[in-house]
């Protein structure tokens, strides 16, 4: 949704609206144990539109980048409070600010909904009890719950009430007693405290389906409240249909599922948006009142499409998702309603409505505009066909032209696009949406030239229009006319300077300004560049974009000194402009004047804590001012700018592996452990300061320690890397000392732990088996792997791990049987090659002295192949035979050999 709203803010709109809060706990990163941070989730989601991205999902199938998509039973069991859910609602309070600061800063105001679900006749899709319930009070809620439901089945809702109330008293996280409560609630009159059990219910309710929380709904109110005096504002329109519904709470009337609003629903939603933007530009006097289309008029135009909610409510009554009789007579009431109305009108209706409506509201091209994505303009495939059928069916309005020039143009189809504004403009020939697109079109199949002349004779009578100059300015610079594309782009922004007072547009004529500078800068009028992005900056001082190509002109040319001067007469002409102040950091980090560099950042970021430009040099800054700080010696200075890195980037680890490199390299174990002890206190739920404490306790050999905090980091951020390779190891380390210390017990617990975590590695497996070896406890090894191999078949480390403990037990028949069924599910592991040939080669010691010469000499063969340049196997079979004084079975063998490997010396 970021993505989305910087491209809508590219097509300058005038208001943005944000309605979204659905599916939040679904998407990319629901399999993910806590979703990544919204930064990260941003960046991974660009590398998934890669095409190295895109072909390793096509050569593995599945999950990509630890993005799994819409898998609802990766996201069930959660409940407020869990880690997923907490990660969820901050990245989507996150992205909703960053929404709102690109739509602000395009110029747009931005408008902000809640989103509106069923909250009455949709029960919980997955109710939970809460973990610590005994066995005895879950008997007793049963047995409240059960009378509840009785009583309510009877209606009588005021013992029911009573019954369901005595259940949440033992187990108030059980989302289906809220629902049941609120619905006997309600039957009785007691609205206000209904619509709280609600949504209540649909809190504590799993997160399998789509629809919003109530908090979320919260986070937004609170975020247009937060962001109010930024133009931010808030239409509330859960609130508005919760009072349009019965009871006060949404229900199938508006929406017959979770949450997809039905005609109705759809028509308050946009009747409530329409108000509050009325408000918006009438505060802003930019408003002419005019006619709105009825909910009947909407209704035969766009069409009553009830056929498909009746399916949803027959499925819904169909099923056994629907146990009370209050909630199923609602509805099959909703149902008998849709079933009543007429059938929906098609298509000629519809255009037969259009034109009439079109002629009673007069000539509002903003009507014809809106109703072609409603007849399916612009979707994806089937945009240019959408287009064509809409200009042909209205050709009087040059609305419909440019909608198909621009998706001629999408197309790739310029040649087409052109002449399409070309006929256009016989029609309506002032009209600057078709001049835009001839324009555009022009420059695209190259006939720019043909364009600027027409489009300047325009220009002489219609100068008003900022777009149309710096289309004039690119078709010029397209033939290479740079002087002449400069000299249209000056009289543009003349045009606009000249407008009467209440029709500035300091978007447009910025614009204008930064086109100009930069054609200066490729005339090389450096000079007259840089004024004129002044120029830019104090018309519309909001915009980061001539500041930075500003700063280019002094960094292209490494002018630093000019950089930084540039900057310092800025900041102190205008101390409240943010962007000054980052200008000027980055003329002081150039220069290598950190300190000066992050207390402009900083000062920056308190003028415009939305900001997030800012964040990345200002971080950089600090690390390399902490870098130097360190190699100074100054370590408690180098400490804080560290520290002050993390604030900024919290997930980041590089800033605390700086901090600990600073205490290691000073010996200073004991601070070390202090100052993650002392993070891990002030904020427990960043992974990072677990990770880093577990790495100070396992320098100090405290491996007990050390191995709960890793544990700790996995619990908080079970998607992080880098952490379960140091957990493992750690086990290991411990089991192993567990085991030197005789703690055997103890010692198998640490080994099993690290075979969890990561099953492939054999050195767990080895101290395992070893734990029964030292205790000569032959019953308990076989129980051991015998159950995991049962577990985990297709693991080779389990019956290797048998083997390798059969051989130590000296029972080498077995352990060769092991082995050998290791090597058949891992026939390249040199490891278990090894292994077996040793077991291989000390049974045929002990069959040799027990005079089973045939079976010794069958299983060094054996050994033989699995080793073949190793000799003692070969001088081994060589002794049976001369041993027994068989000189002639002793030149047999051999000369069979060597005609069957004449290449083995």
Known sequence: MRAAAAACARLDPDLVLVYMGNNEFLGPFAGTGVPPPAWLAAWLIQLRETRLSQWLTRAAPGEA???????????????PGDPFVDRVCTNFESNLEAICRVARRGGADVLLSTVAVNLRDWPPEQSMHCTSLSDEALAEWEEHSQRGKAAQARGAYEEAVSAY????????????????????????????????????AAILDGYKYARCKPFLNDVIRHAAGRLRERDVHLVDAAAELDAASEG??????????????????????????????????????????????????QGLLLGRHTTGYVEVLDNLLATDFIQSAVLRRRIEEARDRLLTEEPPPDRADRASALEAAIERLGPCEILVLDLIPLLGFKKEEKALPYAEEVAGRYPYWPATHVALGEALLDAERADEAYRIARAALSLFPNHPGVWAVLADAGCACGRAGEVAPALRAHLATHSGDTELWNRLSQCLEAEGRLAEALDASRQGAARVEERAEGHEDPIGLARLLVRQGDMLV??????????????AIDVYPEDYSPYEKLSNTYADVDDLDGFRKEWEQAVAEHPERAQAHYCLGQAYHRSGMLERAIASYNHALELDPFEETTNGPLFQALMQRGGQLAEDGNVHEARARFRDAIELR???????????????????????????????????????????????????????????????????????????KPLFQALVQRGTQRLEEGETYEARGLFRAAIELQPDEYAPYEGLSDSYVQTNDVEGLRTEWMRAAATRPDKPQRPFSLGLAYERLAAFDRAIVSYRQALELDPHSQKIKDCLFGALAQRAEELLEQGNTDVAREHLRKAIELRPSDYAPYETLSDSYLEADDLGGLCTEWTCAAATYPDRA
């Open 65 to 79: 980048f630890g993005m799994n998509l819409n898998d609802p039973s990766r996201v069930m069991g959660r409940r």
């Open 165 to 200: 109330r005595a259940a949440l008293d033992i187990d108030d996280l059980y989302a289906e007693t809220h629902f049941f409560l609120a619905e006997c609630l309600s039957e009785l009159g007691a609205y206000t405290e209904a619509k709280a059990h609600y949504e209540q």
């Open 248 to 297: 006060g709470v949404c229900g199938v009337g508006f929406i017959p599922d979770s949450c997809h609003p039905n005609f109705e629903g759809h028509y308050r939603l946009a009747r409530g948006f329409a108000e509050r933007i009325r408000e918006i530009l009438r505060a802003q006097r930019t408003f002419a009142e005019t006619p709105s289309l009825t909910l009947e008029e």
């Open 522 to 535: 490729a005339l090389g009028e450096i000079e007259t560049a840089r004024d004129t992005y002044r120029d």
């Open 650 to 724: 919290p997930h980041d680890s590089v800033p605390y592996e700086s901090i600990s490199e600073t205490y290691i390299e000073a010996d200073d174990l004991d601070g070390l452990r202090t100052e993650w002890m002392r993070a891990v206190a002030t904020h427990p739920d960043r992974h990072q300061v677990h990770y880093s404490l577990a790495q100070a306790y396992e320098r100090s050999g405290m491996l007990d320690d050390a191995i709960a905090s890793y544990r700790r980091a996995l619990e908080i951020e079970p998607s992080a890397e880098g952490i379960e």
